[in-house]
């Protein structure tokens, strides 16, 4: 099944969305910072949120999109492809969380400054670096994809 579906099954009300989304995805997602946008961040209609924060029947019937749909089969998507070349990865943990969240400003704001796209990643955590090569992959990524990648 496509990482990236409608959720239609209906959770109980108290349900975190992660363990749903890996029943009905086939994906494996970890969070040990549940209150921030790390590793199991998730696209709900386009935009970020946390699976372990957002309960289940918050996401029935809503297009729902793990890092996994990015490629397009197996292609990788601009911002993976970037966080690769200029090594906006460290560790991986975070990795997800901040290609889901750039994914949605590059699809509200094709061309944010560095200053409008640090204020959109702000709640993005990463224990291994100063930001830097993030910022510089994903601004990297930016300029791909207006070019029409």
């Given amino acids: 099944m496509a990482p990236t579906t409608p959720m239609s099954r209906r959770p109980s009300p108290e349900a975190a969305a992660s363990p749903a989304i890996r029943r009905k995805l086939g994906v494996v997602l970890v969070d040990p910072l549940p209150v921030v946008r790390a590793g199991i961040s998730l696209l709900v209609d386009g935009r970020p949120v ?16 793990t ?26 943990f975070c990795t997800p969380g901040m290609i889901l969240a750039a994914k949605a400003l590059l699809d509200e704001n094709p061309n944010p400054s560095e200053d409008e796209l640090k204020h959109f990643m702000h709640g993005n955590i990463c224990r291994c670096t100063g930001y830097k090569k993030i910022i510089e992959s994903i601004m990297a990524a930016a300029k791909k994809m207006r070019a029409g990648y």
């Fill in 50 to 65: 946390s699976a372990c924060t957002t309960l289940a029947f918050e996401v029935r019937d809503r297009s729902v999109m």
């Fill in 67 to 92: 890092i996994e749909g990015l490629a397009d089969g197996g292609k990788l998507h601009p911002l993976q492809e970037a966080f690769i070349e200029y090594g906006g990865f460290q560790c991986g």
